[in-house]
């Protein structure tokens, strides 16, 4: 993975840390075991495998245009986006409203939910906190991709 290890961003828009591309390359397959794992009574039955699972496989549609971009700050809490996780854009991604996205504001990066409502283009937290972004019309703005999963460390 190649980083821009840049600090980006400012107060409710800091919140990208660094970008790095993803490495088509790589396949590790790692065994995934059958059936669901209970959080409650586990269940003797579900105790086989079922093949191999290939995270690039499984998180990264498009490889060419997806990216892991590390977060910085609070702002996504409530979303299950915490400070430290990385997030897998993927640029080739058509935004609609409701999609949490990786954003360029004014030359700074932020990661928020997309609201379109009459013609308004808001760039939303997950924590109360933080207000929501409403961005002008006279802004230099666009959405660099859509976050399509999560990762951190339990």
């Known amino acids: 993975m190649n980083g821009l290890q840049d600090e980006v961003g400012g107060e409710n828009r800091r919140s ?3 970008i790095y591309r993803t490495c088509g390359k790589t396949s590790y ?7 669901c794992t209970q959080a409650g009574f586990p269940s003797p039955a ?24 590390r977060v910085a700050g609070d702002s996504m809490i ?5 400070d430290g996780d990385i997030l897998v854009v993927d640029r080739a991604v058509r935004s609609r409203s409701g999609h949490v996205v990786v954003a360029v504001l004014d030359g700074e990066f932020t990661v928020k939910r997309l609201r379109l409502t009459a013609g308004r283009v808001v760039l939303q937290p997950a924590n109360p906190v933080y207000p929501a972004i409403e961005v ?19």
């Open 136 to 154: 002008a019309e006279e802004a230099d703005f666009e959405i660099w991709g859509v976050v399509t999963a999560v990762i951190h460390k339990v």
């Open 29 to 35: 397959q790692i065994t995934l075991f059958g059936g």
């Open 16 to 18: 990208v840390r660094c």
């Open 46 to 69: 579900d105790d086989y495998i079922e093949g191999k699972l290939d995270l690039n496989a499984y998180l990264v549609r498009h490889p060419s245009a997806t990216f892991f971009v």
């Open 78 to 82: 409530e979303a299950g986006i915490h």
